[in-house]
């Protein structure tokens, strides 16, 4: 939550240049509170796990956070009950017409194939649509990153020579961003696909930004610069053991996978692995959950279709 002082105090300049958040009173006075409307699209398999690792990090700021699961209708889930669905997910039909501060759309385990091959693609292009006008800030996870960078921009994946699985060491390249807010300048996130996007295609689009880079995984945070949408290309919302499962998964299907790298002590899977990335995972969170909801978002999420996202531009 922000500092709030006055705005002819010598620390309100020399903190704000810092990127530590601080209010003035005349702004604090002015904002109206209300719970946050998060809608999550749960394209995992493991549904379950995943609702409880994103329910993790939402909940921890002070917020008020309202979570509506959605599901696709073109594709039907093979790895969770039907009643589970019924009780706690609703489909695109079912909220077309509302509006949310947030979104969240996951990662898919559909990354090899080319997008327009994933049957539930057209379902998905008008969902990322809906959000030009019906979401104020999108946070896309992995594969969801990749299709939305390709939907929106253009951008391309790319067939990589190995799997990218472990975790690896990142820099943050934008410090003033506030989405970077508290990071160290080195930190860890997990990975876990076969495929990247394109930096050249990035590089050559100017709405976006690479926010945090890794010279191993690539681009891992990008964002436009008004924070409407904003992609994460592995999985910091990940518990300690997933990569474990994910590993002795393959292992157990005789797959040829690699050990994760920088997991295991020593990348040794007989040892318990270490848990690198957990503090830096909530702090993404928490500051998308603040600098790029609560602080943006209009009390009245019926004027949201005024901020249409194409207003940013695209990419040639």
């Not at 539930?120 to 969801?144: A, D, Q």
């Not at 990569?243 to 002590?265: Q, T």
Request: with cysteine; charged share 25%.
């Amino acid at each position: 939550m922000p500092l709030i002082i006055p705005k002819t105090l010598p620390a309100y300049t020399a903190l704000g240049e810092e990127n530590v958040f601080v209010m003035h009173r005349e702004r604090a006075e002015s904002q109206h509170i209300r719970p946050l409307r998060i809608l999550v699209l749960n394209l995992m398999p493991t549904k379950i796990v995943t609702e409880t690792q994103l329910a993790r990090l939402l909940a921890n700021s002070p917020l008020q956070v309202h979570l509506t699961f959605l599901q696709t209708a073109s594709h039907a889930a093979s790895h969770v009950s039907a009643q589970h669905l019924d009780a706690f997910y609703t489909t695109f039909d079912e909220i077309r017409d509302q509006r949310y501060d947030g979104m969240i759309i996951t990662g898919a385990p559909v990354e090899t194939m080319d997008f327009e091959q994933v049957d539930y693609w057209p379902e998905l292009c008008r969902i990322m649509e809906f959000t030009k006008t019906n979401v104020y800030s999108t946070l896309h996870v992995c594969w969801g990153a990749q299709a939305a960078l390709y939907y929106h921009f253009g951008v391309r994946k790319e067939l990589l020579p190995q799997k990218m699985f472990g975790v690896f060491e990142h820099r943050v390249t934008r410090p003033a961003n506030p989405l970077m807010r508290g990071f160290d300048e080195v930190f860890f996130a997990p990975h876990s696909r076969h495929t990247g996007i394109v930096r050249q295609d990035v590089e050559d689009c100017p709405a976006l930004r690479i926010l945090a880079d890794s010279d191993e995984a690539g681009p891992f945070i990008l964002g436009t610069d008004s924070g409407r949408q904003i992609f994460v290309t592995g999985h910091p919302e990940y518990d300690k053991l997933t990569l474990d499962s994910e590993y002795r998964r393959d292992v157990n299907k005789g797959l040829d996978i690699a050990v994760p790298r920088n997991y295991y002590p020593d990348d040794d899977p007989t040892r318990e692995p270490l848990f690198r990335w957990r503090s830096h995972a909530h702090l993404l969170y928490t500051n998308w959950l603040n600098y790029y909801v609560y602080q943006n978002t209009p009390y009245d999420l019926e004027t949201l279709e005024s901020l249409r996202l194409s207003r940013e531009g695209g990419c040639e």
